[in-house]
C-alpha cells in the first residue's frame, strides 16, 4: 500500500481526545427544553494502524464520539468542550475548510445501514471514487482501479463490474462491504465504523466482519469500531472502550474486557445472553398444526414456503430460525391468515382455521395475536399507550371505562411498567418500553398463542434480555405458546422448547431444542450455529476455517 | 394547554384576521351601519365618515355588502369545503383500504370527473339547474371532492400497510375503526394543510361564478358578485372593485396562516405537549 501521508508529519497518536464533551436540547414532555449532556468528558487516544472498539447500549454516546473524530455533530448535537487532535492538530478550533478537507481524506465512515447512506440513484463505482477524486487523491483511472482491487480484497462477486451496478442490485452484505471499500478508497488514516453489521444476518455478518478485518490489517488503517455486540468487536479490535450514558465504564485490551472485566456494568455485558430455561417436553397435543403449507407471493410466481409442517404445544415455544428470506415471516402470516396458502391447513384445537382473514371469527383471532419486530411502526403514533392496550379489551371483551382502565393499569403492572405510563404517545416511550406495550396490547386479548416477530433484534442487547425474560415470566404466568421467529441463535437457546429450522422455504431441522441443538448437524444448521460470534479471541478465523457451505443471503 | 404567547407571529395574525371575517360573518345584520339592499347615497360615492368605503354602482353602502357578503362567501365555502372533505377523505380512504373493484371504480369516476375543467363543469351544471345556495354548495363541494379524493386515497395507500393497520386488521377491526381510528389521525396533516388550500379555492370559485352571473344572485351580496357590480368603476378610478378582491385575498392568507399552525401542531407525535 503506497503512504499516501507521507509528506504530512506523523506523530505516535493519530488521534487524540481529551475532555471531549458533547450536548444537545431536548424537549421533554411537559417541560422547558433543556440541555443535556451526552458525552461527558471523555477521553481516548488510538495509535496508527490500531483498532479500538466503542461499546455500549443506546443513548450511550458511541456514534457520537465516533462522529466526533471527525469535528461532526449529528443532528442538533454540539460538541462544547474537550479537544479532538487529529494528525496533530484540534480540528474542532480548526475552522470549516479544514474539517472538509479531512472528512473523507483522513477520517472515513462506515455508517449502519448501508441500504439507507447509499444514494440509491447513482452506480456504486461513482460514490466509492467520490471522495478520492474530490480529494484530489487520485485520479479518476487510478481511483477506479483501487476501488476494484479494494472489491477484490473485500471478497466481492465479479469485482471488475460490481462497480457498475446500482445500490438496489446488490445484497445487504455486499452493500456494507463496498462501503467500506468506499471508506477505504482515500486511503484514509482512520476510519469510524458504525454498528457494520448490526443490520445483517449472521450468516452474513461473519463474512463482512472477516472482510473488515482482513482490509484493516491489510491497509494498517487505524479504526474506531462501534458496536453494541462485544462478541463482535472482540474480534476486530485491539483494544475496548465501554461506554455508559455518555461516560467511560471501562477501557482496556480487548482479552483483559472479555475474560477478566473490573466493573460491574462491563461484567454484565459479558454475561448478557444467560437466561435459564429448561426445556419443556411436548406433553399432550399440539393446539395448533400447519399440515404441510405451500405459500407464494405474487400469485404463485415466488414460492416461499414448500410444504412446511410443525406443530404448537400449549404453554410452549417454538423457535422458527433462518436468515431473511427463509421464510419464517411467511409462515407466520400463514399462520395468521395474512396470506392465504395455497396448499395445507392450520389447524387450531382440532378444528381447521380459515384460509383468509375475513374467514375467521373473531374468537379464533382473539387466539393468535403478533408482536412485531419494529415496535414503533406496530403501534398507532397517534394513540396513547391506553388505547393502545386497551382497545382489545374493549374489542373482544367489551370492558368499556374504569374497568377496562384498571385492566390496563393491571397490564402496565405486568408488564413492569407504571400507570404513568397510560397517557404516553408511543413516541414518548423508549425502545424497549414500545416492545413491552406490544406485548401488553397482545396479553389483552389473554391469546393461546403470540407470534414473536423478530422482537428482540431491534433492541439492546441488555433491553432485549429484559424482554426475553419478561416473555418467559408471562409464559409461566399466563400459560401463553410463543412462535418465535428469530435469527439470533443465542435468543433461541435461552427461550425456546422445539426448534425448527428454515432455509429457503422449507424446514431442514426440526424438534425439541436438545435434539436440534446436538450433533450430527445438517450443512445448514451447522453454518448457523457456527456463525453466531462468540466471545472468545479468535474465534472468527476458526468459523470462517471450518464452514461447510457459504452463506445464501452472501 | 394553548399558551398564547407561544402561538408565532404569523399564526397569531392569521387567527386574529380570520376571527374578525367570522365575526362580521356571523354578526353581519348587527355590526353593518346599512340594510344589505338600502340605497342611502349616490353612485360610487368616495369613501366618508357615513360612508366608510364609500357606495356601490346603485348607491348602496359598500362597508354594509361586504359585512354581508362575508357571510354569504364564508358560509357557502365553509359548507362546500366540510362537504369536499368528507366526501373526498371517506372514499378515499375507504378506496385504499377497500382496493379492488371499488378502488378501480372510484378512482376511474373521478378521473372522468377531474378531466372536464371545473370551471366548465360548474358552468354547465348550474346553467341547467335552478341557482339556489343549495345547489351552488352541492356542485362546489362534489366538484372540489375529487382533488381530496385523490390526495386522501394517496395518503391512506401508504398508511395502510404499516404495521399498525396490520395489527389493527389481526383484531378483525371493522373498516370504519381502521379508517376513522388508525389512518384519519396519521392522515390529518396533510389534510389540513389542504384544507386551508381547498377552502380559498371555494371562495375563488364562488366568487368566479358569481362574476359569471351563476352564483350567488343580487340582490344578495357576495365578494365575487361585488367585484362584477363595480367592475365598471376601475375605468373612472373607483376603487369600489378592488374592496371585495381585497377581502379575498385577506382572507386567503390569513385562513392559511391559521392552517400552517394547526399543521405544525398535528404533525407532533407528542400529543402537543412539548416541543410545539
Known sequence: MPDAAAGRDRPESLLEMRKLRIEATVYPPGEDPKNITLVHDVSLTLKRGRVLGLIGESGAGKSTIGLASMGYGRGGVRITGGEVVLNGRDILRAGSSTTRKLRGREVCYVAQSAAAAFNPAHRLMDQVVEAALLHGVAGRAEAERRAVALFRKLSLPDPENIGRRFPHQVSGGQLQRVMTAMALCPEPDLIVFDEPTTALDVTTQIDVLAAIKEAIRDTRVAALYITHDLAVVAQVSDEIMVLRHGRLVEWGGTRQIIKEPRQEYTNALVSVHEISHDEQQPGGTPFLSVKNVTASYGGGLVKVLKDVSVDIFPGQTLAVVGESGSGKSTLARAITGLLPPEKGSVTFGGRKLGNRLSDRSKDDLRQLQMIYQMAD?????????????????????????????????????????????????????????????????????????????????ALDPLVANGILKLLLDLQKEEGVAYLFITHDLATVKSIADSIAVMYRGEVVRYGQKSKVLSPPFDAYTDLLLSSVPEMEIGWLEKAIGGRRMASAGN | MLDIRRIPLGALLGLIFTALFLIAAVFAPWIAPYGLGEIVGNVWEPGSASFWLGTDNLGRDLLSRMIYGARTTIFIAVVA????????????????????????????????LMSIPTLIFGLVVLSVLPTTIVTLILVMGILDSTRVYRLSRAVAVDINVMDFVEAAKLRGEGRAWIIFREILPNALSPLVSELGLRFIYAVLFLSALSFLGLGVQPPAADWGGMVKENKDGIVFGIPAALIPAAAIAALAISVNLVADWILNRTTDLKGGRGNA
Open chain 2, 81 to 112: 369545503t366540510a362537504l369536499s372533505f368528507t366526501l373526498g377523505a371517506v372514499l378515499g380512504f375507504t378506496a385504499a383500504v377497500a382496493g379492488g373493484w371499488f378502488d378501480t371504480l372510484m378512482s376511474r369516476l373521478v378521473d372522468l
Open chain 1, 377 to 457: 411502526v406496530a403501534m398507532n403514533p397517534r394513540q396513547p399507550v391506553a388505547t393502545i392496550i386497551g382497545r382489545p379489551l374493549e374489542f373482544y371483551f367489551g370492558l368499556k371505562g374504569a374497568e377496562r382502565d384498571r385492566r390496563v393499569a393491571e397490564l402496565l403492572e405486568k408488564i413492569e411498567m407504571g400507570k404513568g405510563f397510560a397517557d404516553r404517545y408511543p413516541a414518548e416511550l423508549s425502545g424497549g418500553q414500545k416492545q413491552r406495550v406490544c406485548i401488553a396490547r397482545a396479553l389483552a386479548a389473554q391469546p393461546r398463542l403470540i407470534i414473536c416477530d423478530e422482537v428482540t433484534s
